[in-house]
């Protein structure tokens, strides 16, 4: 049997400081519908934009990972991401009220136990996942950085790190399922080299950073003033100070911890990816930029795996979405001109729906008496219709709102459409509505051949008073 798809049972609401802007924060995760994956919500911002966690949205990896997307950010989203995808959550809507999701420790472990005390719940749609399927490379070669995946059956991950330092050195971690997550790496801390923290302090550049949310490493023996001094920049109370390298006064949760840390963000990283992975992914000396570069290389792969034009899957003894008299309160067509006959399938970003042809339609008369043709526009407006419900379903009163074309483009028809037909459509949304202006891509398909495409634009408008 296939898996499907999880999402939060409740609502799991965490608070605490960024860790670069010091900001107070609090995170609300929620559940979230079927595909839709994990959105960031700015409850903070006026419209409450959402930003999508895919690799493309990142525009900072400067130390943190930070996603952009309707003119709003959210930085360091990796431990809450790695926590999502380590415990089997495929959709999620973060509400944050500020900019940054706070660091509470360090880890992920905090967004681990709100989200196993809140619950999770199996959804009716199946999981999606990318195969692997030929070894693809990420290099850097003046960093010696490579990540590296490689076909297999299921998702593991291999982490080296290498520092000039005493302390750390070469360390290796590897996590052969995601079943090990909670309790092997979930509670693994970011670290920092003294050096970098003085400095980033003085620059004013971690706010939010102490003692108790990151490692502190140290290649040198700090005397007690030393250590009195930095705890002052920190703005903390100062305690003993140790002389084995770890100046925190909590011990490792295991002496790999950075590497098994760095493997965390790894999966963190690869959540961007916006499907789950089968493969096995090795990384060595990774860091947020390269994780994210490589996720980018892999949306690449499985954007192309996705636009091979597969129809979606159509099961005639299956419930509809919605029949042709829910059909009708939403949308103001009517005979000869409504051209869907039910919607199959609706999640936030996707719509299905079937144009049954027959015969019978009024257009076959005059095209072609001799040949019957389903006309092309009509095949575009049979798409416009289905996207039509999709944006309509959007605001609250479908029934006083009207869908305008603003412009069709790259249509093409790949072959006839005519009597005994099932038209099978599929709209996708492009981005996110703005303003009451969307833009979709459409395909239709008859069995498995694809028979037309086109994109959209369209205005979503209220009805005018009569």
Known sequence: ??????????????????????????????????????????KDLEGSPSIRALAENVKVTDRSTTLFENNASMSTVEHLLAALYGLGIDNASIEVNGPEIPIIDGSSRPFVE???NAGIKEQEADRHYYPIKEKITFRDDKQQIEIVAYPDDHFSVDVHI??????IGHQYATLRNLDQFEKDFSACRTFVFLYELEYLLKNNLIKGGDLENAIVISDRPVSQQEFDRLANLLGKPSVKAKTDGILNDKDLVFPNEPARHKLLDVIGDLALCGVRLKGKIIATRPGHHANVEFAKILRKHIKQALHKHVPPEYD?????????????????????????????YMDAW????????????????????????????LQIEALAQVGGILLLSSVPDPENHL??????????????????DTLNIKM?????????????????????????EAEFMAQLAKKPDL
Not at 2 to 27: F, Y
Not at 162 to 167: E, G, L, P
Not at 411 to 417: A, D, E, G, L, Q
Request: hydrophobic content about 40%; some cysteine; overall charge positive.
């Open 350 to 377: 996707v719509v299905c729906g079937i144009k049954n042809v027959t015969m019978n339609e009024s257009f076959f008369e005059g095209h072609f008496p001799d040949e019957p043709i389903m006309p092309g526009v």
């Open 316 to 344: 005639p003894e299956k419930e509809p979405h919605f029949n042709i008299n829910q059909i009708q309160k939403m949308l103001p067509h009517r005979y000869p001109f409504l051209l869907v006959d039910k919607i199959t």
């Open 162 to 167: 290498q520092y000039d330092s005493n302390v």
């Open 428 to 452: 996708e949304l492009k981005e996110p509505i703005k303003r009451g202006i969307a833009l979709c891509k459409g395909e239709g398909f008859v069995g498995n051949n694809l028979v037309i």
């Open 1 to 42: 049997m296939s898996e499907k798809q999880r999402t939060i049972a409740g609502k799991a609401r965490l608070s605490g400081r960024g860790l670069h802007t010091g900001a107070e924060v609090e995170v609300i995760i929620c559940p979230a519908p079927e595909n839709q994956g994990y959105q960031f919500i700015r």
């Open 114 to 116: 709100a989200i196993l």
């Open 403 to 420: 869908l305008y074309f603003l412009r069709i483009d790259s249509v093409k028809f790949k072959r006839k459409v005519v009597p005994g």
